[in-house]
């Protein structure tokens, strides 16, 4: 007897017209809130969805932190977006596993569970630890290293570069500049010493 399954048939029946024109109208249906699940539910729900995912996405943030009210949740990972790690300097708090980022990251939904505003919790954590803490400090004398760094970084890192690379070509250039008659010297010069070095010492 022949069992195997006729993938074709089942292919036909899920993605036929009248299954998919079906599903559809049931999605519309629960959308407007005729299936029994009004549009708040629906977006409590892929607001959940969003916070799971973008829990697991960021390995720092451990469930125990997160709070049960999605959008206070949504609003503390927003603040700590815009937190610098003081450990690690070139990371938020929202993505840094360090111990002292947690604890900021408590801190800000403790704020937020007082009632405090999205301004007002910002204003709490730069009051307390300056202006360092804040990945886009005010403009101001004492923050310029913090705004120029980068363009400093780079500055330095090209000026590296193009120094190894100036010397490469003076040195070539020195190279392509001497006479025959110079090179052979160089040249006995250097065998001359390889061959002291090569021979024994006399006790």
């Given at each position: 007897?022949?069992?195997?399954?006729d993938y074709g048939f089942w292919r036909r029946l899920l993605f036929s017209g009248s299954t998919?024109?079906?599903w559809r109208r049931a999605a519309i249906d629960r959308i407007k809130g005729r299936g029994g699940c009004n549009v708040r539910r629906l977006y409590q729900l892929a607001l959940g969805v969003f916070l799971v995912f973008s829990a697991s996405a960021s390995f720092a943030v451990t469930p125990d932190e997160m709070l049960s009210d999605p959008k206070l949740e949504m609003r503390a990972r927003t603040i700590a977006a815009q937190l610098r790690c003081l450990v690690c300097q070139n990371q938020s708090i929202d993505d840094s596993d360090a111990s002292l980022a947690r604890d900021l990251r408590v801190l800000?939904?403790?704020k937020l569970n007082e009632g405090l505003s999205d301004a007002q919790v910002l204003d709490y954590i730069h009051a307390r630890y300056g202006d360092f803490v804040?990945?886009?400090p005010p403009v101001k004398l004492g923050t310029f290293l913090l705004?120029?760094?980068?363009?400093?970084?780079l500055i330095g890192g090209g000026g590296a570069v193009w120094w190894n690379l100036r010397r490469r070509r003076v040195a070539l250039s020195v190279?392509?500049?001497l006479?025959?008659?110079?090179r052979r010297q160089l040249s006995a010069l250097g065998?001359?010493?390889?061959?002291?070095?090569?021979?024994?010492?006399?006790d």
């Open positions: 007897m022949d069992r195997r399954v998919v024109a079906y800000v939904r403790e804040l990945l886009r705004w120029a760094s980068p363009a400093l970084a190279g392509a500049t006479t025959e008659e110079e065998a001359k010493g390889w061959s002291q070095d090569q021979s024994p010492s006399a």
